[in-house]
């Protein structure tokens, strides 16, 4: 083993039977940013971030559930640098 921490997930087989998979998290993982976050750095409205994410012209988006998105801080901090 590496050292990092490992994470046990759960997930449901084809059969219905759940098997559960390791994987190893990052020693630091990227800080996340949701929307709210953003929007205090990028001065723009909601219905003008998402456009500009459709459009390409803000950062993709980073799922973290059904109702849960966030940001990559690095790709905002470059994204304010760049403004």
């Known amino acids: 083993m590496t050292g990092q921490p ?3 997930c759960a997930g449901q087989a084809a059969e219905g039977a759940f098997e559960t998979t390791d994987m190893i998290l990052p020693q630091h993982p990227e800080p996340l ?10 001065p723009v409205s909601k219905s003008t971030w998402w456009a ?10 980073v799922k973290l559930g059904t109702r849960i998105t966030c ?3 690095s790709d905002i901090a470059r994204l304010s640098a760049a403004a």
């Open 6 to 8: 490992l994470l046990r």
């Open 71 to 73: 940001w990559r801080a």
């Open 52 to 61: 500009g994410v459709k459009s390409g012209r803000f950062p993709a988006p």
């Open 33 to 42: 940013l949701r929307l709210p976050d953003v929007l205090r750095v990028v």
